[in-house]
């Protein structure tokens, strides 16, 4: 796997994020991809580092909403439900305190700094979202849908073989249903 590509791709997709984009289209793309799986559970995320906002899509989901919770370096993800209290994380993220129940997702709503048009993501390089996938696949099906602005598409990413690719990418300009071609080995 070509590190350095990646990272520069990384520093790419997140120069162009910070551009921002059309947030109200942004936010009726999310809904018309989510309104299908009323009444699942939806695992969103709080937004931090001019990462593309799902809470407008997440606050009209009809269904429980829960955020992710770090819970160490090279772990996946452990979900808990969203009911407005919150508390401060691992790496700057925000999320429910330790009381609030865990829930297992079955559409998680994917940050990222870029993407690729077969599906593959960059996310900051801790591997949190591909442990998660891995495991919530693993046990059952999840639909797994990427959020970003379209100016944050970069050439083909080299892919590794822990790397999980998304379902959808949905952005302020299209819903991205990802071509089935193999992962793009580095």
Known sequence: MDADLK????????????????????????????????????????????????????????????????????????????????????????????????????????????FDLVGNRLGYGGGFYDRTLEVLRRDGEVLAVGFAYDTQEVPPIPAEPTDQRLDLVVTDRRILVPAKKPLARG
């Open 7 to 114: 990272s520069e791709l990384r520093l790419r997709a997140l120069a162009a994020r910070a551009q921002g984009g059309d947030d109200a289209a942004l936010t009726r793309n999310l809904r018309e991809v989510l309104e299908p799986h009323a009444g699942k559970v939806l695992a969103g995320y709080w937004p931090m580092r001019g990462e593309a906002d799902p809470r407008p899509a997440m606050d009209a989901h009809a269904g429980p909403v829960c955020l992710p919770v770090v819970t160490g370096p090279a772990r996946p993800l452990v979900f808990r439900r969203h009911d407005g209290r919150l508390e401060g994380g691992t790496f700057g993220t925000s999320h429910p305190p330790e009381d609030a129940p865990v829930l297992v997702p079955q559409v998680l709503i994917v940050p990222l700094a870029g």
